[in-house]
């Protein structure tokens, strides 16, 4: 507000001292201060938004232990490994890729231990209901079906 009162009385004053002819440059003048002014928010808007991702991730990543138990797994030791787990859990609710579970280490419930990663090894001669597996299976498969009925409500709308 006050950066635009400055623009009009600069103007009025030059328009009373030099008259009407340099009333021509001051859209000009208004366009070239306006791009500034969008400029300068749109750059304190993005840095203040990747601040507060900043913020919301660190607090999340409290989380990731017990979101990974929950989901079944055990989280990797590595940090390299860590980052290609998260990103095949977000594939499989992003793009409807499925997780492979042979990939990770099952998290047992009954120990708190990870499980040997080869878990087709852990169910041979158990029904699917009594495996170790089987509830967070279930939970995963019960969220993607819930996902794709929600997709699909979207496109019919």
Same mark, same amino acid.
Request: hydrophobic share 45%; charged share 25%.
């Given at each position: 507000?006050?950066?635009?009162?400055?623009?009009w009385?600069a103007a009025?004053?030059l328009?009373? %001292?030099?008259?009407?002819?340099?009333?021509?440059?001051?859209?000009? =003048?208004?366009?070239? @201060?306006?791009?500034?002014?969008? &400029?300068?928010?749109?750059?304190?808007?993005?840095s203040?938004?990747?601040?507060?991702?900043?913020?919301?991730?660190?607090? +999340?990543?409290?989380y990731?232990?017990?979101?990974?138990?929950?989901?079944?797994y055990?989280? *990797?030791?590595?940090?390299?490994?860590r980052?290609? +787990?998260?990103?095949? @859990?977000a594939?499989?609710?992003?793009?409807?890729?499925? =997780? &492979?579970?042979?990939?990770?280490?099952?998290?047992?419930?009954?120990?708190?231990?990870?499980?040997? %990663?080869?878990? %087709?090894?852990?169910?041979?001669?158990? *029904?699917?209901e009594?495996?170790?597996?089987?509830?967070?299976?279930?939970?995963?498969? &019960?969220?993607?079906?819930?996902?794709?009925? @929600?997709? +699909?409500?979207?496109?019919?709308?």
């Amino acid at each position: 507000m006050a950066l635009t009162f400055g623009i009009w009385s600069a103007a009025r004053f030059l328009v009373e %001292s030099f008259g009407t002819g340099i009333w021509h440059f001051l859209p000009l =003048l208004q366009m070239l @201060v306006a791009f500034a002014l969008v &400029r300068l928010a749109y750059e304190l808007a993005v840095s203040s938004a990747a601040q507060w991702g900043d913020v919301v991730k660190s607090a +999340f990543d409290l989380y990731l232990p017990a979101l990974a138990h929950q989901l079944g797994y055990e989280l *990797p030791d590595t940090l390299d490994q860590r980052f290609k +787990f998260w990103e095949a @859990v977000a594939k499989q609710f992003q793009f409807f890729q499925p =997780l &492979r579970p042979e990939d990770w280490k099952v998290f047992s419930k009954t120990t708190g231990e990870a499980t040997p %990663s080869d878990n %087709s090894a852990q169910t041979e001669g158990k *029904p699917e209901e009594e495996s170790d597996d089987a509830e967070g299976e279930h939970a995963r498969n &019960r969220v993607l079906a819930k996902k794709d009925s @929600v997709a +699909f409500q979207e496109i019919e709308h």
